[in-house]
């Protein structure tokens, strides 16, 4: 039910920020949940922040005080403020959104690579 396109990735040094967005082909209330995952080679995909409608915003333990989701509504999009950025959070970040009927999209993804 919804087309998401990640944006907003690139290479950064160590302890630089990023913006991530994710713009939604239809309007992002009316979904069940929207969140940020991250995959790195050989690695699962893990939840990095998301959130179910009418809950607060959770985020991966690793990423507590230094990523910020927020959403734009009139633009369709979700964002994924890093800030501190360190080597480990080097990852392909990919926008995830849940519709009604348990429709589960997910968008291309961008990578996100931290240098030492």
């Known amino acids: 039910q919804v087309q998401l396109v990640e944006s907003g990735g690139g290479l950064v040094q160590a302890g630089g920020s990023l913006r991530l967005s994710c713009a939604a082909s239809r309007s992002i209330s009316s979904l069940n949940f929207m969140g940020w995952y991250r995959q790195a080679p050989g690695k699962q995909r893990d939840l990095v922040a998301g959130?179910?409608?009418?809950?607060?915003?959770v985020y991966a333990d690793s990423v507590k005080g230094r990523f910020t989701f927020s959403r734009d509504n009139a633009k369709n999009t979700v964002y994924l403020q890093m800030n501190s950025l360190k080597p480990e959070d080097t990852a392909v970040y990919y926008c995830n959104a849940v519709a009604p009927r348990g429709v589960n999209a997910w968008g291309q993804g961008t990578q996100v690579t931290v240098s030492s």
């Open positions: 959130v179910t409608n009418g809950a607060s915003t």
